[in-house]
């Protein structure tokens, strides 16, 4: 049987062998609509996990998923199209700004909300598809443009309106600030296997508001 290796968030996965039964013949499923999707999108994650985005193929998703492969060129034209549809119904959108918040809520709420998707608490691979970014331009760019950019966006929202109500001073914002808390996160994961404490994001949410921690 296949081994299991654990990554440094604690995320289970399985490890690509040679045998694995992605690569056995595949056997049609008579299962449809949102069942055979869910499907679909669980094999592609797990082959984009095993393999890598470069050697990533339909046929292969499509044995893993124990389907035919013309089932997902009628949903999905492209490898493309489905691994961005994939990671988009595994990656949770992220919290809307509430008005009866304060600028740190929000900020906090946005911020536990990338902890646990990069730590293993959705569907999402969290880090384990982050290597690949610096090798698979086309990845990266899907990532960055479809699934980065718009809770960059949040953030920025919220750093603005705190800049309209004078909670924090006008030209605090700048176009690299709303990256500060999720590079921040990142980087903790990454050089420490654990992803940073509630305590943690204060000081984070402390360092993008200009401000020292208490």
Partial sequence: MPTASRNVTGYYRRMAQPTTASRQPAVRSRRRGKALEHAVYAAALAELCDIGYGRLSMEGIAARARTGKAALYRRWPTKRALVLAALRHAMPPPPQPRPDRSTRQNLMAIFEA????????????????????????????????????????????VLHDAESTGEIAAGTVTPLTARIGPALIMQHVLLNGTPPSRGELTRIIDTVLGRRSG
Avoid: N
């Fill in 114 to 157: 990338h902890r646990a998707v990069l730590t293993g608490k959705h569907e999402f691979p969290g880090v384990q598809i982050i290597g690949q970014l610096l090798h698979e331009p086309e990845l990266r760019e899907m990532f960055a443009r479809d699934l980065i950019a718009p809770r960059l966006q949040v953030i920025e929202s």
